[in-house]
């Protein structure tokens, strides 16, 4: 009888024990599966989140088309940006030129004219110095030699004109996109002999 009671106990304590072995073992795994749970939630969370920020994103972006819009019309009126430089006029398309020659006589030098925005009322002028600011600028008086209504892109203006000198004594004019006038000396560089170009 001892023996049975042995054999009962003992029995009775490894059921107890596997039952709490598999107690235990189901709390693990409701565990794991409410981690898991909460991982997915929240990186749906986190996707949503994600999917909301893109939202925000592609709202702005939406508008893009007024933002370009602006931006056309910012440029429309942004300074216009005249090049001066040695006309090759073997070069040049001659059906898109025109060439003028402002003096008779003396080392004539073919300078071309070309704009990136067409400007209005382009002249180019005869400088006559007169004196320096207190700054130390040059100021010159002026007087318009040739004229034109438009300086338009792709259309060029070969000038042939007399550099006389250290001191400028050609200039061009034009009023701007923005409505202002432009007015600048023309001069070359004691160093190569390259165009400078200066505002006044």
Same mark, same amino acid.
């Given at each position: 009888m $001892?023996?049975i009671s042995k054999?009962?106990?003992?029995?009775?304590?490894c059921?107890?024990?596997?039952?709490s072995a598999?107690g235990c073992s *189901?709390k693990t795994?409701?565990?794991?599966?409410? @981690?898991?749970?909460?991982?997915?939630?929240?990186?749906?969370t986190a996707?949503?989140?994600? @999917?909301?920020?893109?939202?925000?994103t !592609? *709202?702005p972006?939406? $508008?893009?088309?007024?933002?370009?819009d602006?931006?056309?019309?910012?440029?429309?009126?942004? =300074?216009?940006?005249i090049?001066?430089? #040695?006309?090759?006029?073997?070069k040049l398309d001659?059906?898109n030129t025109? @060439?003028?020659s402002?003096?008779?006589?003396?080392?004539?030098t073919?300078?071309?004219?070309?704009?990136?925005?067409?400007? $209005? +009322?382009?002249?180019?002028?005869?400088l !006559?110095?007169?004196?320096? +600011?207190?700054?130390g600028n =040059?100021q #010159? $008086? #002026?007087?318009?030699? #040739?004229s034109q =209504?438009?300086?338009t =892109?792709g @259309?060029?203006l070969?000038?042939q004109i007399l550099f006389?000198g250290?001191?400028?004594?050609n200039g061009f004019?034009?009023?701007?996109?923005d409505g202002?006038l432009?007015?600048?000396a023309? *001069?070359l560089s004691? !160093?190569d002999?390259?165009?400078?170009?200066t505002?006044?």
């Amino acid at each position: 009888m $001892k023996n049975i009671s042995k054999i009962l106990i003992t029995s009775a304590v490894c059921v107890s024990f596997i039952l709490s072995a598999a107690g235990c073992s *189901g709390k693990t795994e409701a565990t794991t599966e409410a @981690s898991t749970s909460e991982t997915t939630t929240t990186a749906t969370t986190a996707a949503e989140s994600s @999917s909301e920020s893109s939202k925000d994103t !592609e *709202g702005p972006a939406g $508008k893009g088309a007024d933002n370009t819009d602006a931006s056309s019309a910012s440029s429309a009126s942004s =300074p216009a940006k005249i090049t001066v430089e #040695y006309a090759d006029e073997d070069k040049l398309d001659k059906d898109n030129t025109v @060439s003028i020659s402002l003096v008779n006589e003396g080392q004539l030098t073919s300078v071309l004219f070309t704009t990136d925005t067409e400007v $209005k +009322d382009f002249k180019i002028l005869s400088l !006559e110095f007169t004196n320096v +600011d207190d700054n130390g600028n =040059p100021q #010159y $008086k #002026y007087e318009t030699v #040739y004229s034109q =209504p438009a300086l338009t =892109p792709g @259309s060029n203006l070969v000038a042939q004109i007399l550099f006389a000198g250290d001191i400028p004594n050609n200039g061009f004019a034009y009023t701007d996109t923005d409505g202002s006038l432009k007015i600048f000396a023309l *001069g070359l560089s004691g !160093e190569d002999g390259s165009i400078v170009v200066t505002e006044i």
